[in-house]
């Protein structure tokens, strides 16, 4: 029956990635593929309940990550109805296609550092949607996005999940994760960086003539603007203060900053008409994000999450530890694995196939699997939280990021492998 699930799960797989060719939605192969794999192992497995306890621990792991999206989704939303956005690129005047790719990517990289990749993700495709209004211009800088997002996640015990995972778990610590990966992080962005700043051809559009001179908005100004701009980045900024001082997971700091906004939102122009304010509060907020985009991540972690249960990633990771043997091989491969399966169970699996007692804290395996698995995932646009967040706020084909994208994402992540390597060969 195993082999049955894997193969529900590869087919499931393949579905997502030729959603278009075969015109079924990529969240409907999604839930499919989840529900499917859970549902054999359940009629496989000689102990129902202990399958319900291992889908109801998958779910409150899963639930944690969706909550953290929907939040910072309609912060960003209410922010963008509020013309917030609009202070950052009514200052930006370039209108040269490489200076504001530069621009956005160190952007991109060290905001992810410091708020986590999926959020940043978001707020920066909500801003090129601002500056760009040409789709296949747009298409590459998201791409970009998604690459320099990951990198920037790398590097910082917040910036990604697995990185948290480990820092969480007592594998690495917090100044020596950034001493380590921070060079390897720039040069996984800036060799796919380089290479389009001498091949990217074509401008960034121009604005329809109602919003030629309006940065993308209508011509009048939306009361309170600075106001939920400044409250929406404090919102996501304070996320890891929060779980720091509270030790609570970073969603519930992500709605308590999303249930200030909704009140301040609700505070602005209480007097108005209700049909005129519902655009400006959460409430509407709420019906214009992409939930389909949050089912379909809910259906690819249910499906990773019946594998993990299984143990089968567990026992890939050992096979892979018997074959291969070397470590750096181990843990490079593991990461381009996370193009394809999450690299949070892939993580979780390797956090158990290696004991702290053998490896203790900063060891090279820790540091290098922060690296690759926070940064493999690029390759695909399915391989990370920030990649399936860009592949339904922009509706890029998985294909044609697997031809535009996905090889300069594998030279930049090679890059970052080789150089972390050789800086660990020289400090060593």
């Known amino acids: ?10 087919v499931g797989y393949l579905a997502i990635a030729l959603e278009h060719p075969i015109k079924i939605n990529k969240t409907a192969s999604a839930l499919l593929t989840g529900v499917l794999c859970w549902t054999l192992y359940a009629l ?58 530069w621009l956005v990517c160190w952007v991109t990289f060290f905001l992810s550092s410091i708020l986590d990749n999926l959020t940043t993700s978001i707020v920066m495709i909500s801003l090129i949607r601002k500056l760009i209004p040409d789709k296949d211009m747009r298409m590459f800088f998201a791409g970009m996005i998604v690459i320099a997002a990951n990198a920037g996640g790398a590097w910082t015990p917040i910036g990604d ?9 007592g594998q690495i610590s917090t100044v020596n994760i950034m001493e380590s990966l921070f060079l390897p992080s720039v040069f996984c962005m800036l060799v796919p960086l380089l290479y389009l700043t001498f091949t990217l051809k074509g401008s960034l559009g121009d604005q329809p003539a109602a919003q030629a001179d309006t940065g993308g908005y209508g011509n009048e100004k939306v009361k309170g603007g600075s106001t939920m701009l400044a409250l929406g980045v404090g919102a996501l900024v304070f996320v890891p203060v929060f779980k720091t ?6 969603y519930i700091g992500m709605l308590l900053g999303l249930g200030v906004l909704w009140v301040v939102s609700e505070l602005i122009n209480p007097h108005a008409d209700e049909a005129l304010r519902k655009p400006y509060t959460a409430a509407g907020a709420l ?21 993990e ?28 694995i996370s193009a394809v399966i999450d690299n949070v169970p892939l993580v979780a699996a390797s956090m158990g196939m290696y004991s702290l007692d053998t490896f203790p ?19 695909l646009i399915i391989g990370s939280a920030a990649g399936v967040a860009v592949m339904g706020m922009e509706k890029i084909d998985f294909i044609w990021y697997l031809k535009r994208i996905s090889l300069i994402a594998m030279l930049g992540y090679f890059a970052g492998c080789g150089s972390y390597l050789l800086i660990y060969q020289f400090m060593h």
């Not at 089912?295 to 690819?300: K, P, Q, S, V, Y």
């Not at 096979?319 to 470590?327: I, P, R």
């Open 1 to 10: 029956m195993y082999t049955v699930i894997i193969a529900v799960f590869v």
């Open 44 to 101: 496989s497995s000689g102990n129902v309940e202990e399958v319900k306890d291992h889908l109801n621990e998958t779910l409150s792991q899963t639930s944690q990550i969706l909550f953290f999206l929907l939040g910072a989704m309609t912060i960003v939303e209410l922010v963008d109805a509020y013309q917030g956005f609009r202070l950052v690129t009514d200052r930006i005047q370039t209108k040269n296609p490489v200076k504001l790719l």
């Open 161 to 169: 999940v697995t990185t948290t995972m480990l820092w969480i778990g």
């Open 245 to 250: 001082l509270t030790h609570m997971p970073p």
């Open 287 to 307: 019906q214009r994000i992409d939930t389909s985009s949050v089912l379909f991540f809910l259906g690819i972690l249910l499906a990773v999450g019946a594998l």
């Open 309 to 336: 249960s299984m143990t089968i990633l567990q026992q890939f990771a050992v096979w892979l530890d018997e074959a291969v043997g070397s470590q750096s091989v181990i843990i490079t491969l593991i990461g381009l």
């Open 361 to 379: 804290m900063d060891h090279f395996i820790w540091e290098y699997l922060a690296y690759c698995a926070g940064t493999g995932g690029s390759i």
